[in-house]
């Protein structure tokens, strides 16, 4: 069984020569972010494609980008005594005083790149420190929340009324708020075949065959039926029965097979494993595989969503933060680097594709025992070939917390949303405030 630090020695010289490189020159107390020694930011592409990963649980995020100068550090090991990363060994240099736990396989490498952008203390006025308060407060992501999800709306505005029934998807099986919109909400797919609407038509002796199915839609949209009800259930079986025809889906209703073109986390030449040895969990291995042969298969969404739990680390973090930092970490390289063996019609998939990973709370400094409880400002990080990476917003003063002992945020979790919705969703910037509610500065990586 291959351990990490031998997987991290057979890296090879590319990556090992960029490892040796200074990290992050940006960031800072106050600064506007940004700045690696890396490759520089590719330009934002026609046909941009955004994968949101959501860390569900609350992110111990301090434990994965912990202080590695300065006064925040004396701080931390004082309050992570036992569970502190502190070996230099362990970590990679960011720069400005903070680190990045080797454990999130893979990300030093794309950081070394100039592909991640970091965003250390993103958080809310008024924080919760209920999960389910918390998901809700950043899947609505408004400054008077409705029951709309950014997202959601992003859809309302964006998507066509009559069609783009496939442009927003989640390979979940459920629709968190941040996905419904007012008129539009997103599709949950969660696996690569069985997409014929309705399912029982995949038998084949069931009536009314596909044919007159479709016929009656389209009889009862042209019926001038009086009843709105009526015009709006054809509408919506109409809209699913063109998604399921899309070609993508091929014969029988299922995605192309596709073979990944690298190892993923759980898959057994995965040269990372878990502390005991064993095969890491391939939950978000799957929905990226998934993902990646949607894109591969030509299906035309613009917005995914995917999850990876278990982040709820109030006992045994000491064993369970490692294995999911490797789930996590070794889950995104690999699909960034499976996406390059995608080829289309607009382009390289790599180039297309920007990740985005958020959680509904970061945790609180001091260590129980064993774990540490629900806290408050977290981390959020982009990553693709067009994010200019570095560090972005202000890392938290550990010596000056909230009277819970939790951290205060520096960057309104808003300021993302705007800066994806502008300038990698295309919208402009007063569709972009109305959606949100007002405003909010614009974050500096794209």
């Not at 949101?52 to 701080?75: C, K, Q």
């Not at 924080?127 to 609505?140: E, K, R, V």
């Not at 069931?206 to 009862?220: C, N, Q, S």
Request: hydrophobic residues 40%; contains cysteine.
């Amino acid at each position: 069984m291959t351990t990490r630090r031998e997987f991290i020695q057979t890296l090879g010289a590319t990556g090992a020569a960029l490892a040796g490189l200074s990290a992050c020159g940006g960031g800072g107390k106050g600064s506007g972010g940004g700045g690696t020694s890396g490759q520089p930011p590719a330009p934002i592409p026609a046909a941009p494609i955004l994968v949101v990963v959501n860390i569900d649980g609350g992110y111990d995020w301090l434990n994965v980008m912990p202080p590695n100068t300065g006064a925040n550090l004396g701080v931390y090991q004082a309050k992570r005594a036992t569970l502190g990363i502190t070996d230099p060994a362990l970590l990679t240099d960011l720069g400005s005083g903070a680190a990045l736990n080797k454990d999130l396989t893979g990300l030093d490498q794309l950081h070394t790149l100039g592909r991640v952008a970091w965003i250390p203390g993103i958080g809310m006025p008024n924080p919760n420190l209920s999960h389910f308060t918390s998901i809700d407060l950043w899947g609505q992501g408004a400054t008077v929340p409705a029951g709309t999800g950014w997202l959601g709306r992003f859809a309302d505005a964006a998507f066509n009324p009559t069609g783009d029934v496939l442009r927003g998807l989640t390979v979940t099986s459920d629709l968190p708020v941040m996905l419904k919109g007012g008129t539009r909400s997103f599709v949950s797919i969660t696996g690569a075949g069985g997409y014929v609407f309705p399912a029982y038509l995949l038998s084949g002796s069931t009536v009314p065959d596909a044919a007159t199915l479709e016929a009656g839609w389209g009889a009862a949209l042209n019926a001038s039926s009086p009843d709105a009800a009526t015009l709006a259930a054809a509408q919506a079986g109409k809209l699913f029965f063109d998604a399921q025809n899309n070609a993508a889906f091929g014969a029988g209703g299922s995605l192309t097979a596709r073979t990944p073109s690298v190892p993923y986390p759980g898959d057994a030449a995965y040269p990372v494993t878990r502390l005991n040895g064993a095969a890491l969990s391939g939950s978000l291995s799957g929905q990226f595989k998934l993902i990646a042969q949607m894109i591969a298969a030509g299906l035309p969404a613009q917005v995914y969503f995917s999850r990876l739990g278990g982040w709820d680390t109030h006992s045994n973090q000491a064993v369970d933060h490692p294995n999911l930092q490797r789930t996590l970490g070794g889950s995104i390289k690999a699909f960034y680097d499976d996406l390059a063996s995608i080829t289309t019609p607009s382009g390289n998939a790599q180039d297309r594709v920007m990740v985005l990973a958020y959680s509904e709370f970061g945790r609180r400094v001091q260590e129980n025992n064993g774990g540490t409880d629900h806290g408050t400002a977290g981390l959020s990080f982009c990553v693709g070939k067009a994010v200019k990476g570095g560090l972005y917003g202000a890392y938290p003063d550990l010596s000056n917390l909230d009277a819970n002992g939790n951290m205060k945020f520096t960057t309104d979790f808003r300021s993302l949303y705007a800066t994806v919705l502008d300038r990698w969703l295309g919208q402009a910037t007063t569709t972009t405030d109305g959606l949100l509610g007002t405003s909010y500065p614009r974050l500096g990586f794209l």
